[in-house]
Each structure stands twice: as C-alpha cells, then as structure tokens.
C-alpha cells in the first residue's frame, strides 16, 4: 500500500491531537512532519521535503499559514497544501487562495471529509467543506475587493499591538511577557478592545478586526 505523506502545521495542542485521532484510523496516511509555525515547517522541509500533503493552519505565531504557503508554493512546487482553520470569512479564503492553497477545510470537518480531501488532493482535486465552496463560487462571481467600510472604532497602538498578539494565538501570560506589562494589565486591554469592538471573544475580535483591515 502506497503511503500518502503528509506534514502538519498546527500551533494549537488541542486542534493538532484532534487533526491526529481523525486521521489515526487510516493506516495509508503517514505523518512526516508536525510543526507549531510556519518557520518551524520551513526548516523541516529542508531536511526533508519528501511528502505530498501539507496541513496548514492559518493562524500561527512566527510565520502564520498565508506566509508558509506561498513559501513552500515557492519553494516546493511538488507539495499541495490544504488550509485547516477555524475561519471561514471571505478574507482568509481569498488569502490563500491567492497564496496557492488547494483547498481549505474547517477544523470542525470530521475524519472522513478530512481523509477524502487528502486523498481527492493528491488526485489532482481541490477540496473544500462545503459552506467554503459556495463562498468561493460567489467569489468567482463577484470577486472579493475588500468593499466592506472599514473603521478603527478607536482602538489605540497598544490595544492593536495586543490584538496582534491574540491573532497569533498567545496567551494573556506570553503577552504580558512580550510587552513587559502585568498580566491584569493586559486583562484590562482586552476589556477595552472587546467594548469597542462590540465582540464577547477573542475569535470574533480578531475576525472584526481584520475584516476592518485593523490586522
């Protein structure tokens, strides 16, 4: 039995263990790699770029998902790369599209549509969950030109330097320590940026935030 191999590219445990139990009932797939950033990917592949699939995250410390795409695109034409990511907004869609992804799936896919993605990829398919297909389809037909009005609802240089640092997928604790502030302080920031954007978590901060180009 040929072996499909496969990369993965996942700073989160929690989605990265539950990437790996989908994909453990299929023995043909074989995972080379698993790395925490995009960097961290770049440099494993040097050493060893022998694999057909890479599974990306888009959201990553150090080099996110977009970045490492276009990298490896660039530098290893072979690969075909599939976004696993808890966004489903048109931006990040259009982003890695245009960075050269096959195909784009939602963590939330369960094994078996995470397995025939794989295996449809390295057919020469593109795959998608399906809500992000009919978002591409409407993309082909009204391409995305970023129309939206956009605002900065205020935010200061410090509440933006945070939200960077959420999108990266930190804790409060590494941002404390990123930005040599107090733990409470950096709660108090996020209080803050959560008012004035008019959100109640993270996720939806940052999905405004770059909506509005804030990111």
């Given at each position: 039995?040929?072996?499909?191999r496969?990369?993965?590219?996942?700073?989160?445990?929690?989605?990265?263990q539950?990437?790996?139990?989908?994909?453990?009932?299929?023995?043909?797939i074989?995972?080379?790699?698993?790395?925490?950033?995009?960097?961290?990917?770049?440099?494993?592949?040097?050493?060893?770029?022998?694999?057909?699939?890479?599974?990306?995250?888009?959201?990553?410390?150090?080099?996110n998902?977009?970045?490492?795409?276009?990298?490896?695109?660039?530098?290893?034409?072979?690969?075909?790369?599939?976004?696993?990511?808890m966004f489903?907004?048109?931006?990040?869609l259009?982003?890695?599209?245009?960075?050269?992804?096959?195909?784009?799936?939602?963590?939330?896919?369960?094994?078996?549509?995470?397995?025939?993605?794989i295996?449809?990829?390295?057919?020469?398919?593109?795959?998608?969950?399906?809500?992000?297909?009919?978002r591409?389809?409407?993309?082909?037909?009204?391409?995305?030109?970023?129309?939206?009005?956009?605002?900065?609802?205020?935010?200061?240089?410090?509440?933006?330097?945070?939200?960077?640092?959420?999108?990266?997928?930190?804790?409060?604790?590494r941002?404390?320590?990123?930005?040599?502030?107090?733990?409470?302080?950096?709660?108090?920031?996020?209080?803050?940026?959560?008012?004035?954007?008019?959100?109640?978590?993270?996720?939806?901060?940052?999905?405004?935030?770059?909506?509005?180009?804030?990111?």
């Amino acid at each position: 039995m040929n072996k499909i191999r496969v990369a993965i590219a996942e700073d989160n445990q929690l989605a990265l263990q539950a990437l790996l139990e989908r994909l453990k009932p299929y023995e043909e797939i074989k995972i080379k790699h698993i790395s925490s950033n995009g960097s961290d990917l770049l440099d494993k592949l040097e050493e060893d770029n022998n694999l057909e699939i890479i599974l990306m995250d888009i959201q990553m410390p150090v080099m996110n998902g977009i970045e490492a795409t276009c990298e490896v695109i660039k530098r290893w034409p072979h690969i075909k790369i599939l976004m696993i990511t808890m966004f489903d907004d048109d931006e990040s869609l259009f982003n890695a599209i245009m960075a050269g992804a096959t195909g784009y799936l939602l963590k939330e896919d369960n094994g078996e549509m995470l397995y025939k993605a794989i295996t449809d990829t390295t057919l020469g398919g593109a795959a998608m969950s399906p809500g992000i297909a009919l978002r591409a389809l409407k993309m082909v037909k009204t391409p995305f030109q970023g129309i939206k009005t956009t605002e900065d609802f205020g935010l200061t240089p410090r509440e933006l330097e945070l939200l960077n640092q959420l999108k990266s997928g930190l804790t409060y604790e590494r941002i404390a320590s990123n930005l040599n502030i107090s733990y409470f302080t950096v709660r108090k920031h996020i209080e803050n940026i959560y008012k004035k954007l008019q959100v109640r978590n993270k996720l939806e901060a940052v999905q405004k935030a770059s909506d509005n180009k804030l990111l």
